[in-house]
């Protein structure tokens, strides 16, 4: 038997999940809550779960902070985050602190499906068009543990964050040593760079790497050794 909690404040939205859900197994039971704290309540209540789904805006969410008390109540289950929203700090946010999918609820039911079946098997999922809508929306602000803005930083137009994953690519590593190296997640590394070649106006980590050493943008260090080599 799979149990999946669903907690959205929508009735209308968690109806047509709930048919969508019954999807992944034939044994699937889902568990429904209206708002945060009747979700942690029922997440008490059962010490097995196989999958959380949780609105980002319902009530009592408070944000990313519900999802940071439900991964501590239930730390080895899988929580998927469901929202209108694709904001990309939202989307960042939610992965770095450990959500293992951020969904966006106008996905189609067969995309959620998949997207669910990825995430039960052990992967992190975020659709590739959130990505590209955020960027498109110029929405680059990844604020907190993501570090800051791009004022002050070390290339125009990048935050922080990016230059670091930026110098880092320029020296040859791949996304999962610049994850270990900036203690990120790899889709964390990903939306980054990204973000980085929207900005450079390039489609590859190549061209990216290339463009950065034309223009100068990567640190010292890093630029040396690569002109070194």
Known sequence: MMRILLADDHTL??????DFLHGLAPDVVVLEAETFPEAETIASRHARLDL???DLLMPGMDGLEGLRRMLKLKPNVPVVILSG?????????AIELGAKGFIPKTIS??????????????ETYVPSAVLRAAAENG?????GGLGGGAKGGPAQGLTRRQQ???DLLVRGHTNKRIAK?????????KIHLQSVFRKFGVSNRTQAVALALQRGMASGDYAAKVIVN
């Not at 039911?109 to 052990?122: E, S, T, V």
């Not at 929405?139 to 604020?143: G, Q």
Request: glycine fraction near 6%.
């Open 13 to 18: 939205v968690r109806e047509n999940l709930r």
């Open 52 to 54: 959380v789904i949780l």
């Open 85 to 93: 929203s694709t904001r990309q700090r939202d989307i960042v946010g």
């Open 109 to 122: 039911g067969k995309a959620m499906l998949n997207a669910l079946r990825m995430i039960l098997a052990g």
């Open 139 to 143: 929405d680059d602000a990844l604020a």
């Open 164 to 166: 670091q994953v930026l």
């Open 181 to 189: 190296e900036l203690d990120l997640k790899e889709i964390t590394v």
